[in-house]
């Protein structure tokens, strides 16, 4: 039941990610060419209710549906290497593809069949990545 529940969360936020055209190649390509300001004014929203939320839960000690409590452990960034060759990695995905890993199923939805191929190659590295977690520099 919860499944019901988790897809149509996705298929709303696949509807939500249609309209707002954030997975409009056309969009992508003019905010990389700075012609437009529509997506970065979509990521700064993001990033700006992400930090309100993460300070909500800090200043509130809020629990998860489980009653755990909530914990953001710091970020460390004395290795830069590792964010440096992950920015790289994220970017040339996004370029190669024309869109990061958050609308490929809004594409794919929207009848652009050729989109199973990041799916699978995102599922692929994801794969990858859980395999060889334990050796990469973290």
Not at 85 to 93: E, H, S, V, W
Request: glycine share 12%; hydrophobic share 50%; net charge positive.
């Amino acid at each position: 039941m919860n499944y019901i529940k988790y897809l149509m969360t996705g298929v709303l936020f696949g509807f939500v990610l249609t309209k707002a055209e954030v997975i409009s190649w056309f969009r992508i390509q003019e905010m990389f060419r700075f012609q437009d300001i529509h997506m970065y004014g979509v990521i700064g929203s993001a990033v700006l209710v992400g930090m309100i939320s993460i300070q909500i839960i800090k200043r509130f000690k809020l629990k998860d549906k489980e009653g755990n409590p909530i914990s953001i452990p710091p970020k460390d960034f004395t290795t830069k290497k590792r964010y440096i060759i992950g920015g790289i990695l994220f970017g040339f995905g996004w370029a190669f593809t024309g869109a990061c890993p958050g609308p490929l199923f809004a594409l794919l939805g929207s009848g652009l069949t050729i989109f199973v191929v990041p799916i699978l190659a995102a599922l692929a590295g994801t794969w990858v990545y859980g395999a060889t977690r334990e050796s990469l520099p973290h």
